[in-house]
């Protein structure tokens, strides 16, 4: 079925109207002084996830135009049809469900298959976490992209749930560097490897694992079956690979929303079975908030609007994710590949050109460490980017001076970032280290900060798994929003195509030395690094 584009709907052009009169110039000092009840009127409560949204550029008249231009493209059929299984992801013809994975037994598509491998891989993952009978005190996951940032992401989040006995290492990288410094900790005779690709044709996860499968024989390792498990759908290529448990997913998960499936295995190991179904069922509750909630109140769904709102009427090409929880130190690395490799399209799902932007830039560190690197950026740099805190009210630590510490940290950098401080508010306070002979005046103009810049935040009441669970699936559904408007198919990922083709046609003449064809630059470079 197709859709309007979202720059021919009434919408779009209405949006650009209300830009140009009041969006470019709204000031949220002032719209905050006018407006008692502005912060109450952007909140939004969804499950785990209580939403701030005031601090954004935006006003009510934005916002119920973003809901008209919502309803212009048809987002609901299109998050219908998600849940449907409908193949909406047309280039390669399958549908995209995520969202069945953390379906209740019996409800959702594929319910028998999807709990058949989820009970399995529990009991096993239960198994593992029995040490005395395992033996097992390391686990290695070794995969890239999907089958790798999830987990890898998850499991220090989640640490507090961990169990103490086992110790989770994750190999991404074909670079050597990656694998060697954990191989050289560990006994094969505790260590247990997961193989994790769901092509099970990946040259990164496929070279590693060759390493670490020589690495365990050379060194006394015995029983490969027993040290080797596999995560794939690709269940040939992983018996020919000689190993004998598999754990199997399919065609309609795509990698970057696979950490539902087996590939959450490290994860299921180290949080043990009850906390993993908890994950699941945070990640479904915000599933029928998303599915089921008015678009008004629908937090993912207003997230993506306000992506919209500012990636293609105010021009910003990038946003700031700072997470007030150590924990979450690689959410940014993960929301990387689930926004990026899913929106950094330039076709339309038709295969139109777009003549708009699609995905922002992601990145961020963990508050405060971001605040002593790049803040200074956010804070008085010339380009305006979007910035989302997440808070977590109650830690699982008992230094609580600490807690309180980064809280108010993240609040400060909202407020800052909003307030900002005139060159007049400069000039009257004292500065220790500025230049005893420096004209005040010059000095007040490099001390101010212009303000007026946006953020979120995110409040999390505790980093449970079932608020873990339901922060993955918001954004989840918050790239499918934006997605939606724009028309493009998140589920593809060709561009990562063509860097595959050519390593694979460079690799053998760096054995060879053959130049021929070459371009200069790369010619040259390929000499140098072959001597
Ligand atoms: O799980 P696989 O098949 O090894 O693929 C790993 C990753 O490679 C990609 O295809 C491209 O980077 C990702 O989408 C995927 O998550």
Not at 183 to 210: D, H, V, Y
């Amino acid at each position: 079925m197709s859709h309007p584009r979202c720059d021919e709907t009434i919408a779009w052009t209405a949006l650009g109207g209300h830009y140009e009169a009041h969006g470019r110039e709204l000031d949220l000092r002032e719209a905050f002084a006018r407006d008692a009840g502005r912060a109450a009127a952007f909140s939004l409560q969804a499950p785990e996830i209580f939403a701030d949204l005031s601090k954004n550029l935006w006003d009510d008249s934005t916002r119920r135009l973003l809901v008209e231009l919502a309803e212009g493209v048809h987002l609901a059929e299109r998050r219908d049809a998600m849940f449907a299984g409908e193949p909406i992801n047309t280039t390669e013809g399958r549908p995209v469900l995520h969202t069945a994975l953390r379906a209740p037994r019996g409800a959702g598509p594929f319910s028998d298959e999807v709990h058949e491998v989820l009970d399995r891989l529990l009991a096993f993952a239960e198994r593992v976490r029995d040490t005395a009978t395992s033996g097992i005190t390391d686990i290695v996951n070794i995969g890239i992209g999907g089958s790798d940032l999830g987990p890898q992401m998850a499991v220090p989040a989640l640490d507090a749930f961990a169990h103490p006995g086992l110790r989770l290492h994750f190999v991404s990288n074909v670079d050597g560097h990656d694998i060697a410094p954990v191989l050289r900790r560990l006994n094969p005779a505790t260590t247990l490897f997961i193989i994790a690709s769901k092509t099970f044709t990946t040259q990164e996860t496929m070279a590693n694992a060759g390493v670490a499968r020589a690495w365990f024989l050379a060194n006394g390792g015995t029983d490969t079956r027993k040290h080797f498990v596999g995560v794939t759908t690709n269940l040939k290529a992983a018996a020919e690979f000689g190993i004998t448990e598999t754990f199997g997913f399919w065609d309609w998960v795509g990698g970057r929303y696979s950490l539902w499936s087996a590939i959450g295995l490290p994860l299921a190991i180290a949080i043990g079975a009850d906390h993993f179904r908890a994950f699941l069922a945070g990640a479904h509750a915000m599933d029928q908030h998303f599915a089921q909630a008015p678009l008004r109140e629908n937090l993912p769904v207003q997230l993506g609007l306000l992506d919209v709102w500012y990636r293609n009427f105010h021009h910003f090409s990038s946003r700031s994710v700072a997470p007030y929880h150590q924990g979450l130190k690689r959410f940014p690395a993960y929301l990387q590949q689930l926004e990026m490799e899913s929106n950094g399209k330039r076709v339309d799902s038709e295969g139109r050109a777009l003549r708009l932007g699609t995905s922002p830039v992601v990145w961020g560190e963990p508050g405060t460490n971001g605040q002593h690197a790049y803040f200074q950026m956010l804070h008085q740099g010339t380009d305006v980017i979007p910035v989302e805190f997440i808070a977590v009210k109650t830690p699982t630590h008992e230094h609580a001076d600490l807690h309180t510490k980064a809280l108010a940290n993240c609040l400060a950098q909202s407020q800052a970032l909003m307030l900002g401080k005139t060159a007049a508010e400069a000039a009257t306070e004292s500065a220790p280290t500025a230049s005893a002979t420096l004209d005040r005046t010059v000095l007040s103009r490099h001390r101010s900060f212009p303000g007026n810049r946006p953020s979120t935040t995110l409040v999390l009441d505790a980093l449970t798994p079932r608020a873990l669970g339901a922060l993955i699936a918001l954004y989840e559904h918050r790239v499918f929003t934006s997605a939606a408007v724009w028309g493009i198919n998140a589920f593809d990922q060709w561009g990562v195509e063509l860097g595959k083709a050519l390593c694979n046609q460079l690799l053998p003449r760096f054995a060879s030395g053959d130049l021929s064809g070459l371009d200069g630059s790369t010619a040259a470079l390929l000499q140098r690094l072959r001597a």
